[in-house]
């Protein structure tokens, strides 16, 4: 299986911070790799595919980057919406896994 | 607008059976792969199984080999988990999701005595 790592575990942000989020594939997954939002007791939010292609209806604010086994989630400007639990998830092969997650809290 | 709906969830004891079911809406349910993705509450995610658009392909994480089915009906534009020998670790919130890009709000499982 492959394993992802994602780092960090949490962060406090304050709003309009720039924040950004990595996530490390155990073996290269090309750019097979989404980013999700989660807000408490919500269904996630698919927000990123492909690494760096955002959702229809997702603020440009959100980018993603990264190929292989490295990755970034970035948001340019910390708004109070975004304030969640962001994974990322990869696509590549089966079974599809999940980094363990970020917390973003309010600072 | 596109909406997926879990049903089915509840109590049910170790060792039972449950099956959920998913009904979608706004889109073309036979274009698209259909995955199942669980979590407990205050956990992680973890994806569960999917199931290609025409049923000829599924797959399932190796805990839940040999005890979950995953089935669609494109006809009813519906997606359903059909859960046996449950064990106490199946507990989760499970989500029906679109090819991972869009998901309902989830259905609760809890198995206990």
Do not use: H
């Amino acid at each position: 299986d492959i394993q992802m790592t994602q780092s960090p575990s949490s962060l406090s942000a304050s709003v309009g911070d720039r924040v950004t989020i990595t996530c490390r594939a155990s073996q290269g997954i090309s750019n097979d790799l989404s980013w999700l939002q989660q807000r408490p007791g919500k269904a996630p939010k698919s927000l990123i595919y492909a690494a760096s292609r955002l959702q229809s209806g997702v603020p440009s604010k959100f980018s993603g980057s990264g190929s292989g086994t490295d990755f970034t989630l970035t948001i340019s400007s910390l708004q109070p919406e975004d304030f969640a639990t962001y994974y990322c998830l990869q696509y590549k092969s089966y079974p599809r896994t999940f980094g363990q997650g970020t917390k973003v809290e309010i600072k | 607008e596109v909406e997926l709906v879990e049903s089915g969830g509840g109590l049910v004891q170790p060792g039972g059976s449950l099956t959920l079911s998913c009904e979608v809406s706004g889109f073309t349910f036979s274009s698209y792969w259909m995955d199942w993705v669980r979590q407990v509450p205050g956990k992680g995610l973890e994806w569960v199984a999917n199931i290609k658009q025409d049923g000829t392909e599924k797959y399932y994480v190796d805990s839940v080999k040999g005890r979950f089915i995953i089935s669609r009906d494109n006809a009813k534009n519906s997606l359903y988990l059909q859960m046996n020998s449950l064990r106490a670790e199946d507990t989760a919130v499970y989500y029906c999701s679109r090819s991972l890009d869009v998901w309902g709000r989830g259905t609760l499982v809890t198995v206990s005595s």
